[in-house]
């Protein structure tokens, strides 16, 4: 079973209970992706500080694209999705909130 995990608003909640859930998955022959809607630069540090990288198959970084056709576009079928927005899966940031800044920037460099 492939299960999509969010990163922010879930794993951000409670990284340990996350991080044995992973781990109680990949133990079990599942793979656990993290898929977040980030930008690539905007590296979700708290992974790394808490092992992730030894429990999940990979962290998948869709750009603000919506998250299911992004990793179907990289030949990985989700089984179970974990969203705390499951609008997310199938719609891009854009669609669901409106404004989207581009990579690198924020509503800070905007204002000057």
């Not at 990284?15 to 109680?24: N, Y």
């Not at 980030?38 to 979700?44: A, G, I, L």
Request: glycine fraction near 8%; aromatic fraction near 10%.
């Amino acid at each position: 079973m492939n299960i999509g995990l969010d990163y922010d608003g879930v794993i951000t909640e409670d990284l340990q209970i996350w991080w044995h859930f992973c781990k109680m998955m990949k133990d079990r022959g599942h793979k656990v992706y993290i898929i977040t809607m980030r930008y690539p630069t905007e590296v979700v540090e708290d992974t790394t500080h808490h092992s992730f990288d030894s429990v999940v198959e990979r962290i998948i970084y869709t750009r603000r694209h919506a998250k299911k056709p992004y990793v179907l576009g990289m030949g990985i079928t989700i089984d179970v999705w974990i969203d705390d927005n499951p609008r997310a899966i199938n719609e891009s940031a854009s669609q669901i909130w409106g404004v989207v800044y581009p990579e690198g920037m924020t509503t800070h460099t905007l204002k000057g």
